[in-house]
């Protein structure tokens, strides 16, 4: 079993910076890809970004690349995501997902935090 809780979340204006954090419990995180997703009001959750066991691979979607950067620290048991030049459109519930069970861009991840939010003023 695996346990995430999520944090970091907030108000910021446009052009601003958040960095969130994941906490994860359970034996298996170091061997586990993570990913960050996130659902805006009226809109289907979505991929953010990904990273692997070991850090050395990350994966992000279009609109954020370049602005966000995942990272995680398996000492700590912890996931980081890195938010730069936050725009209106970031606004969204951001969720934190342990152990992709298919793709590490799909929601097919095994655990699930109860996300943070992010709200983003124009």
């Known amino acids: 079993q695996v346990q995430l809780v999520e944090s970091g979340g907030g108000l910021v204006q446009a052009g601003g910076s958040l960095r969130l954090s994941c906490a994860a419990s359970?034996?298996?995180?170091?061997?586990?890809?993570m990913g960050w997703f996130r659902q805006a009001p009226g809109k289907e959750r979505e991929f953010v970004a990904a990273?692997?066991?070991?850090?050395?691979?990350?994966y992000y979607s279009d609109s954020v690349k370049g602005r966000f950067t995942i990272s995680r620290d398996n000492a700590k048991n912890t996931v980081y995501l890195q938010m730069n030049t936050l725009k209106p459109e970031d606004t969204a519930v951001y969720y934190c997902a342990a152990d992709a069970a298919r793709f590490v861009t799909s929601l097919t991840y095994n655990y699930w935090g109860q996300g943070t939010q992010v709200t983003v003023s124009s």
């Open positions: 990273i692997s066991a070991s850090g050395s691979s990350t």
């Open positions: 359970g034996r298996t995180f170091s061997r586990s890809v």
